[in-house]
């Protein structure tokens, strides 16, 4: 499904990924953890081209990720993604929020984009709260609010940053959830996250990186009971003693 | 206050060619504006570069200037246009610099994460300008926008120096039939300050309704 190989980026003279090799089958989830500042958000950005690689090739179902122009804004339709920061459209209602782009981009007719939004704002439990504007949401309904505007487009791919690191900590179980439940429907899924207990749960590989580079990757209860790295194993000491 | 009053149709003429320069030239410094804005916030080197030359030109020529070159330069160049038109374009192509400032400040006060997520749904780069980035930075700047309008009904008065008969021109003559000038430009200033007051309060009910909540 998406394939990275020999994936370079440099801020300035910062070497900030290293010749990274992914590969994220369909249906797989892959969790994204290491220390701040190790690239995840970089390598995330770049899997949808929000930020420019160095060198290396991106290649979703086989075929390069264009770089720029509407095959680029092609290719970002049929990739969700779901921020640390939700960036919910403030000027729109939630509704037209999930609604804006299937009928821009999909050029879907406006009752049927608006039933599309309803229903999705139903599965991830804010249906009530369709007609407010962002702002009057909690952190945790405005990000269910922002997978609503993800999902809306019908990705392939999901990929999220970071999706609960802004939220207060009882918020964070119903973000979560909502996430669970998108993985066991098969949706394809790249998560940087620090919630370990999402990556045991709902992960099918957990990738460890660490200064630019994947240190490790391995299939969740190996990883977090077996780490092969010492880097790894510092890296889980210090998350799991906090 | 009789020299102002006897001669009310002529004032009342001079009112609506004022009134007529004021809404196409900002009619027409909106749609410029916007473009010169979409340039300046452009991923592309080039376009932005355009943009910058424009209204850096725009912003450090006197409008004065440009009204006499283009009403006694284009006739030189074969362009025929009347006088009317031609300071409506000036004027137009003057204050689009100045709105495409205030949009520009706008946008920048929009955060980065708004246009990324416009754009990670599939938005091209002008789709997220137009339904995203733009409606928000219109929110921030009306309030400038507003003094950007009052100060172009001001400056069309610049117009009657190259021979418009607005209001400032309309008095002019009067006043060279009646010499008392203090009620006659008095008068034209009191019109010019009912434009100024409408303009204030159009902004002042636009701000309360389109205030977003963050
Ligand atoms: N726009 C930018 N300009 C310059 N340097 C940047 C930029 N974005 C990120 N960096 C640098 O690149 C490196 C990787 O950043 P990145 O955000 O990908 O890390 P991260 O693993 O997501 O960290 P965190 O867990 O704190 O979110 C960091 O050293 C950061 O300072
Ligand atoms: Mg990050």
Sequence with gaps: MIKVQGLNKWFGDQ??????HLQVAQGEVVVVIGPSGSGKSTLCRCLNRLETAGSG?????????????RELAGLRADVGMVFQSFNLFQHKTVLENVMLAPMKVRGDARPEAERTAR??????????????????LSGGQQQRAAIARALAMRPRVMLFDEPTSALDPEMVGEVLDVMTALAADGMTMVVVT????????AADRVV??????????????AFFDAPRTDRARDFLAKVLTH | MSAFLDHLPQFWQGLVVTLQLTAASFAGAAVVGLVITALRVSPVRVLRGIGTAYVETFQNLPLLVLLVLAVFGLPEIGVKAGLLETAIVVIALYEAAYLAEALRSGVNAVAAGQGEAARALGLTFSQSLRHVVLPQA???????IGNIFIALTMNTSLAAAVG????????NRVNLLEAQPIPIFVG????YALIAACAGFVTGRLERRLVMIR
């Design chain 1, 208 to 221: 460890f990186m660490d200064d630019g580079q994947i240190v490790e990757s391995a299939e969740p209860n």
């Design chain 2, 188 to 191: 034209a200033g009191l019109a």
């Design chain 1, 57 to 69: 090739d991106i290649l979703i179902d086989g075929v390069p990720a264009p770089v720029e122009g």
């Design chain 1, 119 to 136: 229903e999705l704002l139903a599965r991830v439990g804010i249906a009530e709260q369709a007609d407010k504007m962002p702002a009057q």
């Design chain 2, 138 to 144: 219109l929110r921030t700047v009306i309030q400038p």
């Design chain 1, 15 to 20: 070497h900030v990924l290293r010749d990274i």
């Design chain 2, 164 to 171: 418009v008969v607005e209001l400032t021109a309309t008095a």
């Design chain 1, 194 to 201: 620090h919630e370990m207990g999402f990556a045991r749960r």
